[in-house]
């Protein structure tokens, strides 16, 4: 089994959290590989800006996540991937979808619907635990 390292970021502008809509409409939280000469936060932030054009600033981490998938390109061999993730402050506010990527919509998304409307359990945590240091910070 082939192991994969990303990272990524779960990126917050006021009351809202940035989000990516997948050709077959689901909705993702932006992630993607560690290159060799980067850290994970150079990749989380360097991901964000090429997958929804927003530029970002890290607030803390928040945790990791781990999955594993069939790679339907290379004899269905399963990948087990490994992300960082941090939460991000938004430093510009009109994301853009990556369309190479197979991204059809980035938009932020009020707080009180993103969790709901991301497609899967472990993105669902992370973002539960993003805002519940969000709400940590604020109030302090």
Known sequence: MKKVFSAGGVVFLKNSVLMLQKINGDWVLPKGKIED?????????????????IKTKIISPIGETSYKFKNYWSNNHVIEKNVVWYLM?????SPHPQREEGFIDSKFIHV???????????????LMKALEIIQAIEGA
Not at 37 to 53: F, I, K, L, Q, Y
Not at 112 to 126: F, G, M, P, S, T
């Open 37 to 53: 000469h980067e850290t994970s936060e150079d990749t989380a932030m360097r991901e964000v800006r090429e997958e929804a054009g």
């Open 89 to 93: 402050k938004a430093l510009s506010s």
């Open 112 to 126: 009180n619907n993103v969790v709901q409307l991301a497609k899967y359990d472990d993105e669902r945590d992370i």
